[in-house]
């Protein structure tokens, strides 16, 4: 069945540092892929999507782009600050459903 | 816009106790979902909902988890009895017709301790 692994956290970064979350995945076919963030406490916010492949998705200085080829879909930004502080969960599915990797804990110390 | 609500926030009861969950989904979205999500894990589908209709339980243990949505709209998960190994976060999802490539507006969750 479809799958997603995530990079292993806790990830722990000083602020304007440079971030990637790898995720790879298993699918049949041609799913969307997706970045969710939670916050401490919150629920789950869609950050990121892409729906077809070397489509590059964007938010908030995140990105991601859907690679095909290496069935990958990682997670970057330039410099990172302490409000990025979450959990971050990498995704693919569509409307019926998705399918998620473990998830990522990520700190930013000032 | 309101979100997607869910209530209570966080529950904690005994084994062997039922318990339930209450969601309302952003208004006008046909598509309600419910995920558990485990400790250190990503969620889960129990089971979709289009409007009124569960399309997808599979993954929903009917021994003991039961849901319903009455009129398409608001939306209960019910578990009787409870085991300890049913303590998670349960969620709730929306999303509409508009929405085929997925991204759902999730609640805030509720969290059960069993204990």
């Known amino acids: 069945g479809d799958s997603v692994t995530q990079m292993e956290g806790p990830v722990t970064l000083s602020e304007e540092a440079f971030l990637t979350i790898n995720c790879t995945y298993t699918?049949?076919?041609?799913?969307?892929l997706f970045w969710y963030v939670q916050y401490p406490g919150e629920g789950l916010q869609l950050l990121l999507k892409?729906?077809?492949?070397?489509d590059k998705g964007s938010n908030k200085g995140f990105e991601a782009t859907y690679r095909k080829e290496t069935t990958s879909f990682h997670l970057e930004k330039g410099s990172v600050q302490v409000s990025d502080s979450a959990v971050y969960f990498c995704?693919?599915?569509?409307?019926?459903?998705?399918?998620f990797g473990q998830g990522t804990r990520l700190t930013i110390n000032p | 816009e309101a979100g997607v609500v869910q209530s209570p926030r966080y529950k904690i009861i005994e084994k062997k106790q039922p318990v339930a969950f209450w969601c309302n989904p952003i208004?006008?979205?046909?598509?309600l979902y419910w995920y558990r999500q485990n400790l250190g894990q990503g969620p889960e589908l129990l089971i979709r909902?289009?409007?009124?209709?569960?399309?997808?339980d599979s993954q929903l243990p009917k021994d003991r988890f039961s849901a319903e949505r009455l009129k398409g709209v608001d939306s209960t998960l019910k578990i009787q009895p409870a085991e300890l190994g049913d303590s998670a976060v349960y969620l709730c999802?929306?999303?509409?017709?508009?929405?085929?490539?997925?991204?759902?507006?999730f609640g805030s969750g509720t969290r059960l301790t069993v204990v």
């Open positions: 999802a929306s999303s509409s017709r508009g929405q085929p490539s997925g991204g759902y507006t």
């Open positions: 699918a049949t076919g041609y799913p969307s």
């Open positions: 892409a729906t077809k492949a070397d």
């Open positions: 995704a693919l599915g569509g409307a019926q459903k998705l399918v």
């Open positions: 208004s006008g979205h046909n598509t």
């Open positions: 909902y289009e409007n009124e209709e569960a399309v997808d």
